[in-house]
């Protein structure tokens, strides 16, 4: 995986870095784009063409902006008042609908596994994962959510994002 920093705009001053990233799967000399903070263990996403990698992350970091700006106006909310809704099962065909939060990280991602691009359904089995394991003190900040698939999800366990992304290959 090679990596070089990105300078300017949302992203600041060369804190998330632009990686590359052999994929077999797709023929020798294909490569997949992402959008890492290195420091952080985080992906923010993951594409097949760099400007499209570069444009999601660019999103993200405004979705995430905007969200602080409202959790910040809210009075140190706990997180259990704020999403209480995380641990339920995923909803029955003709069940109420996903919860607010889980839409949110649904659409962030674009409808697939953040990981492996499976498409997933909004009601349907797939998992709120941290990229930066609570194991490791990821947070429930909107930039360490992300959807995964089941098989993801299990394959991550305890990792950080990067690392797992590291092998998926
Ligand atoms: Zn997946």
Redesign the pocket.
């Known amino acids: 995986m090679r990596t070089r920093p990105i300078f300017g705009g949302v992203f600041g001053n060369g804190r998330y870095c632009l990686a590359t990233m052999a994929c077999i799967a797709r023929g020798l000399h294909a490569v997949r784009y992402m959008v890492i903070e290195p420091r952080a263990g985080s992906v923010l996403s993951v594409a097949e063409e760099k400007t499209e990698a570069l444009q999601s992350a660019r999103r993200l970091l405004r979705a995430t902006e905007a969200l602080t700006r409202i959790e910040e106006r809210q009075a140190k909310p706990q997180q259990e008042q704020l999403w209480p809704e995380d641990d339920l099962p995923p909803a029955a065909p003709g069940a109420k609908p996903a919860p607010r939060r889980r839409r949110e990280i649904f659409e962030r991602s674009n409808g697939r ?1 953040f ?4 498409v997933l359904q909004l009601d349907g089995k797939w998992h709120i994962e941290h990229q930066i394991p609570r194991a490791l003190d990821g947070d429930d900040s909107g930039i360490n959510l992300v959807a ?2 089941t ?2 999800n299990l394959a991550k366990s305890d990792r950080t994002a990067l690392e797992f992304v590291a092998t998926l290959q």
Do not use: E
Not at 115 to 118: E, F, P, R
């Open positions: 596994c990981y492996c691009g499976t995964a698939c098989s993801c």
